[in-house]
């Protein structure tokens, strides 16, 4: 009797414990998963024909069609709120193609598969479901909800529905969305819940039960069909960062290689894996702002090494109007950095002054300040960039974060004007080889430089 009663516990931990996975992997210090830059050998989308000058032209590109995204967006809530009858049914989420890293996941019982884009400035998680019968076309099979023992429905009475920017009830009460895109582009599908799995950098799998996601069932536009989704990992209250809410202190981190490490492994952490500290860690605020999707900091000051200060406009100007939140958003999925034209130009002004090179046109149309390193190759120097944030927190940018070869023997700078009434962006070069920290329950903002390709 005891024996079998002894059994019987053994066994009731054990399923306790396989139940409380997730908690227990968050309470041990978290977890981590590899992030997938687009262009890297381990990308679907990597072209080994392709140059290194051609893959920057490109993400120059992408950058700025980031950047009239979230103008756009800020725009278009702005207008909301001032009269709700101005904003159409379409509600822009993501340019279609501009984004820079991607993740894998599971989902389901029992599990399937999916590639998706990993999204600093979108919230909700999709994946393209069966039937799909106006769907962009995919390489990955379709999500099939029906062979799921844990898919549900999300029902339109719901909060979780009214988080959504764009929904309506459909028949049975079903909770539906629609997002529509600048370029036309739109998905069409249900709010539901599943189960959410992720390879852990550790070697385990991490299950996330009822996870809330976007199961598209019609879309169409400019989608890689090398991709199956989003993963949104803003700041609104669908992404994932705010779904795992408690369970990882409302923490998560990145730490982005070079990008002339192309075997290096980025990582995006959780919980307590994504603490940031050391001696040399500065922490800024995250302001709140709308929508609450991006991460808004305030930039007080750039400075150039050797050469002094540029003050930084406190506010952002849009349409005229200024906006009462961060002047500038920090985004993993915007490449270059874009700042107001007069920030701009006193920087560019300040950096020619300080670099003995002579100055040329950039080939591909793309930078707006370009030397001559012919002479010099490999052995010429350039300043240092410091970004001011509120706080104290100063960023500093060596060569490698705040410099391009954009080509043959033309280094330029890697920031660029943002437009007359753009949006300004911390962008993924500047972020290289910094452990970048949100905590979004204390709302800060943690950067540490560190060898990230070694972490």
């Known amino acids: 009797m005891a024996t079998t009663f002894s059994s019987l516990w053994m066994a009731f931990l054990i399923l306790s414990s396989v139940g409380s996975l997730p908690l227990l992997v968050f309470g041990r210090g978290g977890f981590s998963v590899e992030l997938i830059h687009r262009d890297s050998p381990k990308s679907p989308h990597y072209d080994p024909r392709s140059t290194a000058f051609a893959r920057l032209k490109e993400a120059a590109e ?24 101005s904003v159409d049914n379409f509600y822009s989420n993501i340019i279609p193609n501009s984004y820079e890293y991607l993740m894998s996941f599971y989902l389901g019982s029992p599990a399937e598969e999916f590639l998706a884009i990993a999204d600093t400035g979108s919230d909700l998680i999709w994946i393209q479901c ?20 844990t ?20 028949e049975g009460s079903q909770c539906e969305y629609t997002y529509g895109y600048g370029d036309g582009s739109m998905v069409d599908g249900f709010l539901s819940s599943e189960t959410l799995s992720f390879d852990s950098t550790g070697g385990r799998r991490i299950q996330i039960p009822s996870t809330l996601f976007g199961c598209t069932h019609r879309s169409n536009g400019t989608f890689a069909k090398n991709g199956a989704g989003l993963v949104g990992l803003g700041g609104g209250k669908l992404s994932l960062i705010r779904q795992l809410g408690s369970s990882i202190e409302s923490k998560f981190s990145y730490c982005l290689p070079s990008s002339s490490q192309a075997s290096a492994t980025s990582r995006l952490n959780f919980g307590a894996s994504a603490d940031v500290s050391g001696s040399n860690a500065v922490t800024t605020p995250l302001i709140p702002g709308s929508p609450s999707t991006f991460y808004f900091l305030i930039l007080e000051q750039v400075s150039v090494e050797g050469q002094g200060d540029v003050n930084v406009k406190p506010d952002m100007q849009l349409g005229g109007y200024s906006t009462e939140q961060g002047n500038i958003i920090i985004d993993s999925g915007t490449t270059l950095t874009l700042v107001d034209d007069e920030t701009l130009q006193s920087v560019a002004t300040k950096v020619a002054s300080s670099v003995n090179l002579p100055k040329v046109k950039d080939p591909n149309d793309s930078f707006n300040l370009c030397f001559d390193v012919s002479g010099v190759g490999a052995n010429a120097q350039f300043p240092d960039i410091t970004f001011r944030f509120a706080g104290g927190a100063s960023v500093v940018l060596h060569q490698s974060n705040a410099f391009v070869e954009a080509a043959q023997n033309i280094v330029c700078m890697a920031m660029v004007s943002s437009g007359s009434d753009g949006i300004s962006i911390f962008g993924n070069i500047a972020q290289q080889n910094f452990h970048i920290g949100y905590d979004l329950d204390a709302m800060q903002l943690t950067f540490a430089p560190t060898d990230c390709a070694n972490l």
């Open 62 to 85: 992408r950058s700025r069609a980031r950047a009239i995204y979230f103008r756009d967006s800020i725009q278009r809530i702005s207008s909301l709120a001032s009269d709700p009858s």
């Open 130 to 149: 069966k039937p799909c019968d106006e769907c962009y076309p995919q390489k990955a099979p379709l999500f099939d909800p029906r062979a799921s023992s």
């Open 151 to 170: 898919y549900k429905v999300i029902s339109c009475t719901t909060d979780s529905c009214s988080s959504l920017p764009q929904s309506s009830c459909s």
